[in-house]
């Protein structure tokens, strides 16, 4: 109880501490007065001078620069929503945008490069090079993160499937054959933003090395080495400041001499920048990654960081430290598509997948709406920008609609799909083989959605059956029934190696399909964590103990062109003969300019939903999420189709809403005061009304 007086004091005390110092220091026209962040640090046109860490802290073209950067990233948001994002980035007293690069998404086949002029499913979000250029002309430098690896709950963390290809394969090490495919993709990559380097014109002030390397069990100094050489080699000279983050924990086993150390963290800002002094005394002290939220697995309550938490380690990095600070992140957006990422976990199953939602309790939803923290945020950068900047305006935030209840009205059975795949990704085999292995995609496999293992086999009631373990989620169909398993809800498994004693009415052949979904590789890990094939690897396929041969694999790959493609598509006349897995479809029309909305998929059980071919992601009613964010870009005026894959049980209608539901809270245990230990549960957050996103 104590704990709530101290948080609202907290909270009051800034915002009186920025009320008076505001009040004091300036009025209106001294706002006006106030240069925009180009116009202050390069206004003189000749020897433009880079940004340089100095003892008494970051100086850009020789002008003192506290960071205040907010973490987005282009891949997550719709590109013609950026500029949006953008701009309230900026008029939250920001300075510079940090963002990541996806390697899976940029390199999506071997050899085949997409920088948004791609006709892969992504590739409207890839033009990398316009987000750096928009972030400019909205007034904010950029720090760039291009991994390789860049965890991010993103597949893989950000590392292309078809690198599993190699069974010796060693990501983030010295192997060779990794090193040789991380410079053919920086080959690429560099030269294309080469000249946006502040030095030449454009907003990159400074670049990470690798992501969190210290936390890597098989830590590589000549990785890192590596790495650096490829950008000198490339133009990103002493003109670009280099950097590492890392948790200070870890010491410096993620860094190489010469490059900026940055931390990352939640809390406990003294303990986190006093380890970070004690390694690097040198240098100004910033936050690369401040958590202002977190992220959700499947199974899960809803993540939240108390706005209480958020203004007192910030306060403290800004304040107290005098620090710099990202913060992670400022505007989270979408995992879409089958982009979400997952953790590996000490416990049965082993494996966390995470949610769609990539709305982290971000100062900034993920439908782009202002929050509680945005404004406790925006006092406090105003509080202590350095310079200080003619600030900008707050955009209205966009319109929201619950658009009106539809029915499905068609359907495409299991045996429908199947047959509408086509027969470049259907495969017979003795063996199951991965889905990465798959002789596909031009030698480069499967790298995301479904795969089915079918065996057309004589058996009878009560054959033994044992399979797995499945990478993620298997489920088991027999003459394309689907079975319970006896496992979690009763129909699938993660993860293991089980057994089933077939129910069947008759004795001799049937059709026995092991369908098995790809919930995400792990993005977070050790070198064992980071082998990560997908479907049957080298598991288990056995009828009554003896192997099962003479294999057809089919390659679910949901891709956008074969979405909008199906066709023979069934009317649904009686929603009570329907059985899943089954592909469902509708239309609804937009009469007016289309607006955010929310899909509300908790009547429904397990799957993918597709706007107009466009893959919004995973629902499942496992939670927490509970509605799907669909931008407006999405939709179009006059008739748009969604498209819905349900692997279990279909629900009848599509129900929009105009605001999200990503579920009930997580009893978080951070501490608002580090005197008080006993604060835990949402208490405090209802009752101040603290979150947007519940
Ligand atoms: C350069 O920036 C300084 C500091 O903001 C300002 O006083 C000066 O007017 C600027 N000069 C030009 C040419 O914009
Ligand atoms: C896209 O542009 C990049 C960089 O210019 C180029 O290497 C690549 O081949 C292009 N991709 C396609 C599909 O045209
Ligand atoms: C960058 O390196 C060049 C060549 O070594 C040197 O002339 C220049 O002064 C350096 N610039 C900075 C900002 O250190
Ligand atoms: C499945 O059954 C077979 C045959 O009874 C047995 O050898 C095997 O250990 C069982 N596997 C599991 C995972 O229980
Ligand atoms: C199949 O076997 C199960 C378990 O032994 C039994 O309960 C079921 O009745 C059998 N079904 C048929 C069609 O024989
Ligand atoms: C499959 O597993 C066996 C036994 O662990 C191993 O010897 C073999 O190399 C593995 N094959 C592949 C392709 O991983
Ligand atoms: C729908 O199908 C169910 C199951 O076959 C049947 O019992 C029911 O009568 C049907 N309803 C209509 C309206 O046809
Ligand atoms: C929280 O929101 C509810 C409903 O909008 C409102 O009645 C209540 O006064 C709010 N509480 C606080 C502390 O702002």
């Not at 007086?5 to 110092?21: E, F, N, R, Y």
């Not at 600070?325 to 082993?350: E, I, K, Q, S």
């Not at 982290?360 to 350095?386: C, I, N, V």
Request: aromatic residues 12%; hydrophobic residues 35%; charged residues 20%.
């Amino acid at each position: 109880m104590g704990s709530k007086i101290c948080v609202l004091l907290t909270i009051c005390g800034i915002l009186l501490g920025v009320a008076h110092l505001n009040s004091g220091k300036m009025d209106k026209q001294a706002d006006e007065d106030l240069p925009m962040v180009y116009e202050y640090f390069r206004n003189s046109s000749s020897n433009v001078v880079g940004l340089v860490a100095e003892a008494d802290g970051f100086k850009l073209n020789g002008k003192k620069l506290k960071i205040m950067s907010g973490a987005m990233h282009y891949f997550r948001i719709h590109p013609d929503l950026w500029r949006d994002r953008l701009k309230k980035l900026r008029a939250m007293g920001a300075n510079t945008v940090e963002t990541y690069v996806p390697w899976n998404l940029h390199e999506p086949k071997m050899g085949e490069f997409d920088f948004g002029n791609g006709t892969n499913d992504m590739s409207m979000f890839l033009d990398v090079r316009r987000y750096l250029q928009i972030a400019q002309e909205e007034d904010l430098l950029v720090l760039f993160r291009p991994g390789p690896y860049i965890c991010t709950e993103w597949d893989f963390g950000g590392l292309p499937s078809w690198l599993q290809r190699d069974p010796e394969m060693k990501v983030r090490t010295n192997y060779q054959p990794y090193l040789d495919r991380v410079k053919i993709f920086f080959d690429k990559l560099l030269p294309h933003v080469a000249d946006l380097q502040f030095t030449r014109n454009g907003p990159i002030i400074a670049i990470q090395i690798e992501n969190e390397y210290g936390s890597f069990n098989a830590v590589s100094k000549e990785y890192l080495e590596f790495l650096l050489k490829l950008y000198v080699d490339h133009g990103f000279t002493n003109e670009t400041l280099f950097f590492t983050s890392d948790g200070v924990g870890n010491g410096d086993r993620g860094t190489l001499p010469g490059l900026l150390y940055t931390a990352n963290f939640q809390g406990d800002v003294d303990g986190q920048f006093g380890k970070l002094k004690e390694l690097q005394p040198d240098k100004p002290v910033m936050a690369m990654e401040y958590w202002a939220g977190w992220f959700d697995h499947w199974f899960e309550n809803h993540h939240v960081l108390r706005p209480g938490a958020f203004v007192d380690t910030l306060d403290g990095i800004l304040g107290k430290w005098d620090g710099s600070v990202n913060l992670y992140m400022f505007h989270g957006g979408t995992n879409f598509g089958f982009m979400a990422g997952a953790n590996t976990r000490g416990d049965a199953p082993f494996y966390d997948a995470d949610v769609t939602s990539y709305d982290y309790d971000a100062p900034l939803s993920e439908a782009g709406d202002y929050t509680t923290k945005y404004s406790l945020g925006k006092s406090l950068f105003e509080l202590y920008q350095e310079p200080r900047l003619k600030p900008t305006e707050m955009i209205p935030e966009s319109v929201k609609r619950a658009y009106p209840s539809v029915n499905l009205q068609e359907y495409l059975t299991y045996d429908d799909i199947i047959s509408q795949v086509p027969t470049t990704a259907k495969f017979t085999a003795q063996r199951p083989i991965s889905m990465e292995n798959l002789p596909m995609n031009d030698d480069s496999g499967q790298s995301y959605g479904y795969i089915i293992y079918r065996s057309n086999a004589e058996f009878s009631n009560g054959t033994n059956f044992e399979a797995g373990p499945v990478r993620d989620f298997g489920m088991l169909l027999i003459d394309s029934q689907l079975q319970p398993t006896g496992f979690q809800d009763d129909k699938y498994w993660i993860n293991a190696i089980q057994n089933f004693s077939l129910s069947v009415g008759s004795a001799g052949n049937h059709v026995l399909d092991l369908l098995i979904e790809n919930t995400a590789r792990v993005n977070f890990g050790n070198d064992n964590h980071f082998l990560q094939e997908k479907g049957l690897v080298n598991g288990t396929y056995k009828l009554n103990g003896n192997d099962i041969s003479d294999i057809e694999i089919i390659a679910l790959e949901f891709k956008s062109a074969w979405v909008k493609g199906l066709s023979d598509w069934k009317p649904i006349t009686n929603q009570t003969t329907l059985q899943a897995p089954v592909l469902l479809q509708t239309t609804f029309e937009i009469t007016e300019e289309p607006a955010d909305t929310f899909l509300d998929m908790s009547a429904w059980h397990k799957g993918i939903v597709f706007i107009n071919g466009f893959n919004i992601g995973r629902y499942f009613r496992a939670g927490p999420q509970q509605t799907l964010y669909i931008p407006a870009p999405l939709l179009k005026q006059g008739t748009n189709t969604v498209t819905i894959f349900e692997q279990f049980e279909p629900s009848n209608q599509l129900i929009f809403k105009d605001v999200p539901n990503l579920g009930p809270l997580k009893k978080d245990t951070w501490k608002i005061c580090k005197a008080d230990e006993e604060i835990k549960g949402n208490e405090l957050i209802e009752s101040s009304n603290a979150t947007s996103t519940n």
